[in-house]
T-cell receptor
């Protein structure tokens, strides 16, 4: 969905490096999420934010941090990248005012940690 | 915490055959959603089920929500090559109509022409 964008789309980094993945949305949604996707493990929630002042840990937050700079922007940081953080990362948004609160996903960032 | 298990992990079918994926939650759900991810793409919402025993259809796709609201299934009749992709179920914990979802592991569907 072009309304949710992620940068970069692909990233190769080395163990120990700090990297930031960025997510921007033009949907006007208050709620934003970061997931990682690994083969056979599905989508696992890293962090989520229900508004600019709200940050919550998901099921696999260790080794990650986030920043909600504005309603439209939600960044994910890996303070010291390690190889098992190699994965496909998705940002998503949702609007609780919708009847079914669908999640809208960005195109994903493919991260390789060497 | 809440767990959502989905089986099978992989399914290979010949075009025209039927396909079913099953989703089971460790706890009662308030609602369940289904998403499809095409190869190289991102998950896209298909449908939401809310009521106990609910059945919804979208053309060749039939979605069911169990009576106890702990399981769900997606059935595709007469698969086509356009059905290729990964299908995810995602549940919301009972008592919360909104908020975060717990995703199943997904079923990867391959359709051979």
């Amino acid at each position: 969905d072009a309304d949710v964008t992620q940068t970069p789309r692909n990233r190769i980094t080395k163990t120990g490096k700090r990297i930031m993945l960025e997510c921007s949305q033009t949907k006007g949604h208050d709620r934003m999420y970061w997931y990682r996707q690994d083969p056979g493990l599905g989508l696992r929630l890293i962090y989520y934010s229900f508004d600019v002042k709200d940050i919550n840990k998901g099921e696999i937050s260790d080794g990650y941090s986030v920043s909600r700079q504005a309603q439209a922007k939600f960044s994910l940081s890996l303070e010291s990248a390690i190889p098992n953080q190699t994965a496909l990362y998705f940002c998503a948004t949702s609007d609780p005012r919708q009847g079914r609160e669908t999640q809208y996903f960005g195109p994903g960032t493919r991260l390789l940690v060497l | 915490g809440q767990q959502v298990m989905q089986i099978p992990q992989y399914q290979h079918v010949q075009e025209g055959e039927d396909f079913t994926t099953y989703c089971n939650s460790s706890t009662t759900l308030s609602n369940i959603q289904w998403y499809k991810q095409r190869p190289g793409g991102h998950p896209v919402f298909l449908i939401q089920l809310v009521k106990s025993g609910e059945v919804k259809k979208q053309k060749r796709l039939t979605f069911q929500f169990g009576e106890a609201k702990k399981n769900s299934s997606l059935h595709i009749t007469a698969t086509q090559t356009t059905d290729v992709g990964t299908y995810f179920c995602a549940g919301r914990a009972g008592g919360t109509s909104y908020g975060k979802l717990t995703f199943g592991q997904g079923t990867i569907l391959t359709v051979h022409p």
